[in-house]
């Protein structure tokens, strides 16, 4: 592949490809920006993928067919393009997160930043989804997932389409085979492992190579020349017409990628198949305020995201339109001065092309060191040794206590049969069963301390992470239906004295409540309903910074400094939920609903009071978890005499210091009478 020349020849410039790229990075700037606008824009990376599958293979299958092309030159190609903007923004970042994250964030970021520096965001992001994973808005680096699947296709293509260069007939059927493989794995996967058919690059890759695929054609087939101008004009209205399509049909509960990512990726591969001439690209796309944009869509692309993330940590709140429209403003004007004054420069140096490139492989390596080494520590919290020292000396052993993956069940890969085998307690005369969700597994620690206090109660746990606690309904899946039968199953078997039920109480549970209730009742086993903790935003360990930070001092035990006071009235997210008809269920709380520009949301004391009302009427006895951690003054944010310890350790999984204060005070009100 090597010749005497060694620079590979690069594709005459289109200018309507980067009004492309401008199309492509609006879309998902409007998406992150203002959701309620523009409900589909995520696609707007399936176009990227598009985008970049074309411009990459294009370069490969015309220096292969001149016999220019050097895996080097290809390589180093690839570093000045990417690594100087990069580089940058994970620096930024991890200075960020230094002077404003607690340990445990801090400690996420670094691993993003490890991750980002590394280019294996998206296999990070998949490994780490589950339901105690922090919100998506919560992760600063999270939009380099798609960065990660190009990086991966960039490492693979070149030798992949080099080895099959020596049959150069071979080539197409081969990419047809291999994009259908892709795409088939994508619908084949996407029903039973949504996460991983987001994140992985198998699933993924079919996208990038329709760009491959298209380039092949251009370059093999001479595709301009066969297609009139009218048919060119056509296809470029009708490939911008399915991407606008998708913006702003699809949104977050759409299957994807599935079949839907075809809207945008077939609305890609017509535009740039009609070629620069067609009477879209000459003038829409390839106009210079496109052009413009799309020359600074990658800084743009990873600036963007970080700056709306930070704002959310250290507000709390949801941002409003203008504080968001200031942001993506700065995000654009970071962007230009990033390709102006650092990605042009470094990419176009040829003076010292050798040390250059060394210096950016190096500067990436320890930025990725950076990150590394700060989740390595743990977040560093020596950082704010001061504030952790007045803010709490409490510790606890998160997965122990709660007993995560043995009898509370976090996901698929848990052993179900534990719930026959090791977490029945029954050889004790007065019989418990803890039945819940995450949340029951947070309060276990107060069951297990009741069982070591008294030695004639025996607790048994079955709790489910988002379903567990109720007989299923049709929105489960079906390891959460397979769980919960089973859980009901055994607690019929071993008629326990009482059943304790905990979950994130919402509306949307009421019809089960009701039919699990009855069974128990009719089985003759007593039950009591654990109602809402309070929950806070973003989380507790934030609120309490965030005030000690402006104050220097911690907000009262009671305060109402970052509590939540309403349930957001859209559908809750269980693991298998897709789609819910609201006024099915949630119709009578229309009426109370506070509504604005974020969705819906009722008081969680109206959520309160009518689960008391509705447990109440069915036979079962209702504690109210919030008169326990609330009164006038606010909410109990840490629990007295335990050194400071917190309530809850995020949004409203209680600690399990704070799970032993409500369990001490569940078995003086109900348990011993």
């Known amino acids: 592949m090597n010749s005497q020349n060694p620079h590979l020849l690069h594709p005459k410039y289109r200018p309507d490809i980067d009004g492309l790229r401008a199309i492509a990075i609006l879309i998902v700037l409007l998406y992150h920006a203002f959701p309620e606008w523009v409900s589909g824009g995520f696609i707007g990376v399936d176009v990227f993928f598009v985008i970049s ?19 080097t030159e290809f390589y180093l190609r690839r570093i000045n393009r990417i690594f100087p903007a990069l580089f940058l923004v ?94 088939v794995l994508n619908i084949a996967m996407i029903d039973d492992y949504r996460v991983a058919t987001f994140y992985l690059p198998l699933t993924r890759f079919w996208e990038l190579l329709l760009g491959s695929l298209v380039a092949y054609g251009v370059l093999n087939f001479s595709l301009s020349k066969h297609v009139s ?8 209205v009708i490939g911008l017409g399915l991407i606008g399509f998708a913006t702003f049909y699809l949104n977050q509960k759409s299957l994807f990628p599935a079949w839907w990512a075809l809207l945008p990726t077939l609305g890609a591969v017509l535009m740039i198949a009609a070629g620069p001439t067609a ?26 995201w970080p700056l709306l993330t930070f704002a959310r940590m250290q507000e709390g ?19 230009w001065l990033t390709y102006r004054f650092v990605e042009r420069p470094i990419r176009f140096i040829t003076k010292y092309r050798t040390q250059k490139n060394i210096a ?18 743990k977040g560093m919290e020596f950082r704010h040794r001061f504030f952790i020292k007045e803010f709490s000396s409490y510790t606890f052993d998160k997965v122990t206590e709660q007993r995560q993956h043995t009898c509370f069940l976090m996901d698929r890969s848990d052993d179900l049969s534990n719930f026959s085998k090791v977490c029945i307690h029954e050889d004790r005369p007065f019989k418990v069963v803890l039945w819940g969700d995450s949340h029951g597994g947070a309060v276990y620690p107060g069951f297990s301390e009741l069982e070591r206090q008294k030695n004639q109660v025996g607790v048994t746990q079955f709790t489910v992470a988002g379903c567990g606690g109720l007989l299923p309904g049709q929105r489960q899946s079906s390891f959460c239906r397979d769980a919960n039968i089973l859980a009901f199953q055994e607690i019929i078997r071993i008629k326990p004295n009482v059943v304790i039920i905990y979950k994130d109480w919402h509306p949307i549970y009421f019809p089960e409540v009701k039919e699990t209730l009855q069974k128990l009742k009719d089985a003759n086993i007593k039950v009591i309903v654990i109602g809402p903790t309070p929950h806070w935003t973003p989380d507790l360990p934030m609120v309490l910074y965030r005030f000690w930070k402006k104050y220097k001092t911690l907000p009262p035990m009671y305060s109402l400094d970052g509590v939540a ?98 369990v001490q005070d569940l078995r003086q009100a109900k348990l011993d009478h």
């Open 317 to 335: 709140d949801a941002l409003s339109i203008a504080d968001r429209a200031i942001l993506m403003a700065t995000a654009i004007a970071l962007s």
């Open 90 to 183: 994970l620096l930024a970042s991890y200075v960020f997160g230094w002077l404003n994250l607690l340990a445990d964030d801090f400690a996420q970021l670094g691993k993003h930043i490890a991750g980002g520096a590394g280019f294996i965001s998206n296999l990070i992001l998949w490994r780490e989804s589950g339901y105690f994973d922090k919100a998506a808005g919560l992760k600063p680096l999270l939009h380099l997932w798609s960065l990660g699947i190009e990086e991966q296709f960039y490492i693979f293509w070149p030798i992949f389409i080099c080895f099959l260069s020596r049959w150069p007939k071979k080539i197409l059927p081969v990419m047809l085979a291999v994009a259908s493989i892709s795409f």
């Open 53 to 71: 599958g074309y411009l990459i293979s294009t370069i490969i299958f015309e220096n292969i067919a001149q016999h220019r092309f050097r895996f």
């Open 565 to 662: 006071q309403n349930v957001p009235l859209q559908e809750k997210s269980l693991e298998a939920v897709d789609s819910l008809d609201r006024n099915e269920h949630l119709g009578p709380y229309y009426s109370q609903a506070i509504c604005n520009s974020d969705g819906c949301s009722i008081p969680r004391r109206v959520v309160d009071a009518d689960l008391r009302k509705l447990v109440q009427s069915h036979g079962g006895i209702y504690y109210s978890a919030y008169d326990r951690f609330c009164n006038k003054d606010g909410c109990l944010n840490r629990i007295p005499g335990t050194e400071n310890a917190l309530t809850t350790l995020d949004e409203g999984h209680i600690t399990p210091a704070a799970a032993r204060y409500l």
């Open 279 to 304: 009477w879209l690209n000459r003038t829409i796309l390839s106009a210079r305020i496109m052009v413009w944009i799309g020359l600074i869509s990658f800084p743009l692309y990873l600036w963007h």
């Open 229 to 236: 101008t009218v048919q060119k004009d056509i296809a470029s």
């Open 360 to 377: 950016l492989v190096m500067l990436m390596i320890l930025v990725g060191y950076l990150g590394y080494n700060c989740f390595d520590r």
